[in-house]
């Protein structure tokens, strides 16, 4: 008779899935400007099953991951974990659905190529112009060669502002959000933040909201 021997890896499932399964559920209020799947697991090897369809009501366990599945329009949210302590009253929590723009995420990577052209057209032009202009000094044609080489400069800092625009684009609007009574799966230095939002401040902080 064979007797299974359950890995170390196996046992820490088993103890989570244990725990997160066991005590009292929480009331949770959903809100969500479309519809949209609101899915729960125990841990992150197991997949995802329906709560409910959101915007809705629910019970739930507080141990356990959530998200808010991908729609048409909208990519999935990180996984997420509920703050029971948030509970009003009437031991109810609330957390909102905010789709991102998945349209714009996909369009993000056009949107920087065509950025990247008009940069590299800025830098010629702006070459063109200065070039000419130690050439036609003498000859009045000073504003022309500013004028070209204007052109070329404003070129360049709209290719700039588009490359920014796009890449910005392509990782905020990659995740949906969810807000409210959430707390971050992902470990964070220092105090804990809510959860994963869009808005990775990696270029400038004006990039770092929503647009």
Known sequence: ?????????????????????????????VTSDEPVAFEHRVIPSEPWEL??????????????????AET???????????KSEKADAN???????HKGNKPL????????????????????????GVTKAHGFLADGSKEQTNAVTGVGTLMIMGGLAGGYFGVSSRINEKYSDATGDVRSLEPVAGQGQAAPQR????FVPIFSGRF
């Open 91 to 97: 031991g109810v929590i609330t957390i909102q659905h």
């Open 1 to 29: 008779m064979r007797i299974p021997i359950m890995t170390a890896g196996a046992v820490a499932a088993l103890f989570a899935s244990t725990t997160a399964s066991a005590g009292p559920t929480i009331k949770v209020h």
């Open 105 to 128: 995420y996909l369009a993000a990577p056009y949107v920087i190529a065509g950025s990247a052209a008009l940069f590299i057209a800025g830098i010629v032009t702006t070459v063109i």
């Open 72 to 82: 048409a329009d909208a990519g999935e949210t990180k996984p997420f974990g509920l």
């Open 51 to 68: 709560v409910c369809n959101a915007p809705c009501d629910a019970d739930v366990l507080p141990g356990e991951q959530f998200r808010f």
């Open 199 to 202: 808005g990775m401040a990696i």
